[in-house]
């Protein structure tokens, strides 16, 4: 059964960086598309930043300029670079793909990000 595996959350000071990653665990099935989203306590989750199969990428404006959302087919992974983290951006962030073949979507376990001082 296929799964997507999320690493490198963590515990970061304002100003910070961090880089997420999310990854099919198998290579029966590739990315087709993906987005990163995130649910911080008590608010709604919501969309941070999308790829498509062609690599264009759209961005929360909250994120923009801050955030970059990558790929790399051969690894088979998705990618979230944060930069200039601030405390708002604090949540748990979770990766969301279209695996092919099939073109079913799913879910990562979630990763916390907590930007702190």
């Known amino acids: 059964q296929v799964q997507l595996v999320e690493s490198g959350g963590g515990l970061v000071q304002p100003g910070g960086s961090l880089r997420l990653s999310c990854a099919a665990s198998?290579?029966?099935?590739?990315?087709?598309?993906s987005g990163w989203y995130r649910q911080a306590p008590g608010r709604q989750r919501e969309l941070v930043a999308t790829?498509?199969?062609?690599?264009?990428?759209t961005y929360a404006d909250s994120v923009k300029g801050r955030f970059t959302i990558s790929r790399d087919n051969a690894k088979n992974t998705v990618y979230l670079q944060m930069n200039s983290l601030k405390p708002e951006d604090t949540a748990v962030y979770y990766c969301?793909?279209?695996?092919?073949?099939?073109?079913?979507?799913?879910w990562g376990q979630g990763t916390q990000v907590t930007v702190s001082s």
């Open positions: 198998t290579r029966i099935f590739s990315i087709n598309a």
């Open positions: 790829i498509n199969n062609g690599g264009t990428t």
């Open positions: 969301n793909a279209i695996l092919i073949p099939g073109y079913r979507s799913y």
